[in-house]
């Protein structure tokens, strides 16, 4: 049987990442392909409470150990995610370990740089694709309900956004396709079908196995 895709989506609180993870899983839908839609951090665990109460401003965590729990929160759900691969169902993840990675290292915490917070993040199944859907943090600030949570401030996404950049100009690259989502929400919807398209044009995804980060 072949084996379904590891699509992940990135990007800025506001870029538009669950509206389009949820239009992706329609049309997965329509067509009759299986598929799975899991978004991080997962707040219905145990730590993705706490990670919850730490986003809302109702507790407060030491940077390392926040950012631990949210590698936690990704490493509680490797297990099904690879036997849903296995099964032949794509599994779509709205933000992933980039993300973990970035807003940690956008805190400036001396001990907390980019190479520190993906030590725990190795050996997580890796994305066949991560769709990076690009918004300057100006026009972030401007769509709705933004500054409700920690993270939501012009500073810090303007230091995420330029992490994200670090990121994609490292090896970790190869993975990413940016996508401007300062665009219409239909345009940037076609221009994700076209890129999922692609790799399914390109390359054999059952033939290759699932990498890992
Ligand atoms: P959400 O708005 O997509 O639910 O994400 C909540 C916030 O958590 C968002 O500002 C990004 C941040 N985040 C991290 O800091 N580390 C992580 O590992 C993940 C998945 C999200």
């Not at 839908?29 to 665990?45: C, G, H, N």
């Not at 109702?58 to 936690?72: A, R």
């Not at 918004?135 to 972030?140: G, M, W």
């Not at 409700?148 to 100009?169: A, C």
Request: with cysteine; aromatic share 8%; net charge negative.
């Amino acid at each position: 049987m072949a084996r379904g895709k590891l699509v992940v989506f990135e990007g800025l609180d506001r870029a538009g990442k669950t509206t389009q993870c949820m239009r992706l899983v329609e049309t997965f839908k329509r067509r009759a392909e299986p598929v799975r839609l899991i978004r991080f951090p997962d707040r219905s665990t145990a730590t993705g409470k706490a990670i919850d109460a730490y986003l809302k401003g109702e507790s407060e965590q030491e940077d390392h150990v926040i950012h631990l729990l949210f590698s936690i929160n990704r490493w509680e759900k490797v297990a099904s995610i690879e036997a849903d691969i296995q099964a032949g169902i794509t599994v779509i993840i709205d933000r992933y370990y980039y993300s973990g990675c970035v807003y940690s290292a956008a805190k400036d915490n001396p001990t907390l740089d980019l190479s520190w917070a993906r030590h725990p993040e190795v050996g997580l199944p890796r994305p066949d694709i991560c769709i990076f859907l690009d918004i300057s943090a100006e026009d972030a600030a401007r769509r709705g309900s933004f500054g409700e949570e920690k993270y939501e401030t012009r500073k810090m996404q303007e230091r995420v956004r330029q992490l994200f950049g670090v990121l994609q100009s490292s090896p970790e690259g190869e993975d990413f396709v940016k996508i401007d989502a300062g665009a219409s929400l239909e345009s940037v919807e076609e221009r994700i079908l076209e890129v999922i398209a692609a790799i399914d044009a390109h390359v054999d995804i059952e033939d290759l196995p699932l990498r890992r980060v």
